[in-house]
């Protein structure tokens, strides 16, 4: 990266990757085989607070996880993702690369792994609950992360689930300091541990949609926290 040349753009007017508060709305499409009905099309969305800070290294960002959401196309399916679930997720720390291209400043993001509901140096994401890489993430008594689940004519349903998948981000920084790009979403493992209804339990394989996925930075004036963030990312696409 030519860094003389990152501090040379961001600070004339027009171009910006400053340092400060983002709110980031990431769009992680994907495809998964459920029992019934197929392969189902979905788009998760999260919503993060995102701070860009800048030393002698180099740009690195971290992030807050705010919300996530899940719409489900086609089929009568409702999953919801708890506060408790967004809470026990860890704050996040990576690099981010900075690196001018033909006229334009990119910006890309390796967000590295996420383990959700299981231990990070667990060699494969856990099948059973008994499994000693399982963890009971948000300390609610039962094993992996909890996610809901409504289906018509059934109780809500909680699922117990291990998880393991990645993202990376590449985009361009516009002129008014924001950047949008597309979604790398890479391999996702999950597996259900257990169910409150057995009919639930179920481990579909998932493959991603990386034409559908996409994400958008914009920078936040003023106060930050998760509820200013939530309020702007509502007004994106």
């Not at 099309?41 to 992030?63: K, P, Y």
């Not at 720390?93 to 231990?119: F, H």
Request: aromatic content about 6%; proline content about 8%.
């Amino acid at each position: 990266m030519n860094f003389a040349f990152l501090l040379m753009m961001t600070s004339t007017p027009g171009f910006a990757a400053e340092p400060g508060t983002y709110a980031l709305t990431i769009n992680a499409a994907t495809q998964a085989k459920i029992p019934f009905f197929g392969w189902t099309r979905s788009d998760t969305r999260s919503i993060v607070m995102a701070t860009l800070e800048r030393n002698e290294t180099g740009t690195r960002q971290t992030h807050r996880v705010c919300d996530i959401s899940i719409r489900t196309r086609g089929i009568p399916v409702k999953t919801i993702i708890p506060d408790a679930f967004v809470k026990a997720l860890p704050i996040k720390n990576y690099a981010i690369d900075l690196d001018e291209q033909e006229g334009t400043l990119r910006y890309r993001a390796n967000m590295g792994v996420d383990n959700v509901g299981m231990k990070p140096s667990a060699a494969t994401v856990p099948r059973t609950p008994d499994d000693p890489n399982v963890v009971d993430m948000e300390g609610d008594g039962f094993p992996g992360a909890t996610v809901l689940v409504n289906v018509p004519m059934f109780a809500q349903a909680e699922l117990y689930v291990s998880q393991r998948g990645s993202m990376q981000l590449d985009g361009t920084v516009q002129p008014d300091g924001s950047v949008s790009g597309t979604v790398n979403v890479g391999p996702t493992v999950q597996h259900t541990l257990a169910a409150s209804n057995i009919l639930f339990k179920s481990s579909p394989p998932i493959k991603p949609e990386p034409e559908r996925s996409w994400f958008r930075l914009t920078p936040i004036s003023g106060e930050a926290n998760c509820e200013t963030v939530l309020k702007l990312a509502a007004t994106e696409r």
